[in-house]
């Protein structure tokens, strides 16, 4: 079977470059999508210098949108409206993983909730329901992805559609990582709230990237 295209919109950030090496590494063909077209070009080359044999280019986020069979959102919560409405007719009809998280600098370890419920919900309303949104990915940290050792952290994953979360959960594992279907996009409010909490851990604790692990109590 055919491994999908993906598209990482905001490709050229520490998470999504993380997301971008990751399943280059795993054999997928990437698009890395920025608001300036050079600069994902600029990065696809790099990963080409990490990975020679991987299939990776860069291009503005509307081409990259377009191109792509899953689209990836992966850019701060201050940019994540003008680029839902940017690309909104080029994801119909396609599952769009959205990354984001409502940070509120500077105190991005407090858990801040949009008037909508959560990043997720607002992509989900912004594109429509012809669009299979998939909340995922806001608990791994960026360094993890970026390295090349196994990554001891759970995704959880949210979404409406059972099947798009499914390949999500498959995505993450071909990613180095274990994913759990967490329900409805609803239940992203829950899962990006802890981004903060997280964060809060790091400082706290001097942890280069805390994450989650779901037992079963065995």
């Known amino acids: 079977m055919n491994k999908s295209v993906i598209s990482v919109l905001g490709g050229t950030g520490d998470l999504g470059g ?70 909104r007719a080029a994801v119909q009809g396609k599952i769009v993983i959205d990354t984001t998280v409502c940070l509120a600098p500077p105190k ?38 970026n390295s090349d050792h196994k990554i001891q952290c759970d995704v959880l994953v949210c979404g409406n559609d059972k099947e798009a979360r499914s390949l999500v959960i498959e995505l993450a594992r071909d990613a180095g990582m274990n994913a759990w279907h967490a329900g409805n996009i609803n239940n992203s409010i829950a899962v990006e709230g802890m981004t903060s909490i997280l964060i809060t851990l790091n400082k706290a604790y001097k942890i280069p990237g805390a994450g989650i692990v779901v037992t079963t109590g065995k």
């Not at 795993?26 to 608001?35: C, H, P, Q």
């Not at 370890?109 to 909340?135: F, R, Y």
């Open 18 to 87: 993380g997301l971008v090496y990751r399943w280059a590494k795993a054999g997928y063909k990437i698009i890395i999508g920025s608001r300036i077209e050079d600069r994902a070009i600029e990065a696809a080359n790099a990963v080409r210098q990490r990975l020679p044999e991987a299939e990776v280019k860069g291009c503005d986020n509307l081409a990259a949108a377009a191109e792509g069979d899953v689209v990836v959102v992966s850019v701060p919560f201050s940019h994540q409206a003008a680029l839902l409405a940017e690309v």
């Open 108 to 145: 991005v370890g407090t858990v801040s909730i949009p008037e909508a419920g959560s990043a997720g919900m607002i992509a989900q309303d912004t594109l429509g329901e012809n669009v299979k949104v998939v909340s995922a990915f806001q608990n791994i940290a960026a360094a993890h992805l």
